[in-house]
């Protein structure tokens, strides 16, 4: 793998496939590169055999060409067939273990954590890259996730010592306090793309980006 570090803070973009239509995911996704994004995923609740893994691999490439890891929601074998810098997994996803050994050692693999910070330890000590904790907010992507409050960050962020991601709900109005709990890096779909046009997710992007700016500028957040 070219990249050697998981990014320590910023925005995780999810090109979450019930916003983004495969249409416009290249046009997108170009945007979001330009306004700093510094993980990609690609989420598609669909079966993977529906995949289209000629636009994956093209997703993958252009993220690769700015250095922003590429990551596959769910499925290790799908990350692998289209080059892709690793994959997301949840609690009813392939273990950890499992998707190392298919992937390698150099291969990103974050791992969703809900509200349980015993499990992002588990993680660490199995090797995962990044943790993530929520749904923060009300997510229309997924209207039963658990909610999870925000001082589940200051809980955990002490012993914690991997890349903290927070998601669920997130946009320009509420991921402030989440950076300050704690949060290295906000993941975030509906708020870039509830608009698909280049020029709202452009716009959103920079104000979603401002709030790592302000959160910088009142000194070292936690975990950063």
């Known amino acids: ?4 570090a998981f990014p320590r803070e910023g925005l995780y973009v999810v090109l979450e496939r019930s916003y983004v239509p495969p249409e416009r995911a290249e046009s997108l996704l170009a945007v979001c590169l330009e306004e700093g994004a510094r993980v990609v995923q690609y989420r598609d609740k669909q079966p993977p055999g529906t995949y289209d893994l000629d636009l994956l691999r093209r997703l993958a490439a252009r993220c690769r060409l700015r250095g922003v890891p590429f990551l596959v929601d769910d499925h290790p074998e799908v990350a692998q067939a289209v080059g892709a810098e690793g994959v997301h997994l949840g609690r009813d996803d392939p273990p950890l273990a499992r998707a190392r ?8 693999i974050g791992v969703s954590c809900y509200d349980d910070p015993e499990r ?5 000590r199995d090797g995962a890259d990044y943790v993530a904790f929520g749904s923060f907010y009300p997510s229309r992507t997924k209207p039963g996730a658990v909610r999870v409050p925000p001082e589940i960050l200051v809980r955990a962020r ?6 903290v991601v927070a998601i669920g709900g997130i946009d320009e109005t509420n991921g402030a306090p989440l950076l300050a709990a704690g949060a290295d890096l906000l993941a975030v779909a509906g708020a870039l793309f509830a608009e698909p046009s280049p020029g709202a997710v452009r716009a959103r992007a920079r104000r979603l980006r401002a709030l790592f700016a302000r ?8 975990g950063g």
């Open 101 to 108: 050994a298919r992937l390698g050692a150099g291969a990103f």
């Open 1 to 4: 793998m070219a990249l050697r």
């Open 120 to 124: 992002a330890r588990a993680a660490e």
């Open 158 to 163: 002490p012993w914690i010592a991997l890349p």
């Open 215 to 222: 959160e910088g500028s009142g000194g070292s957040s936690p």
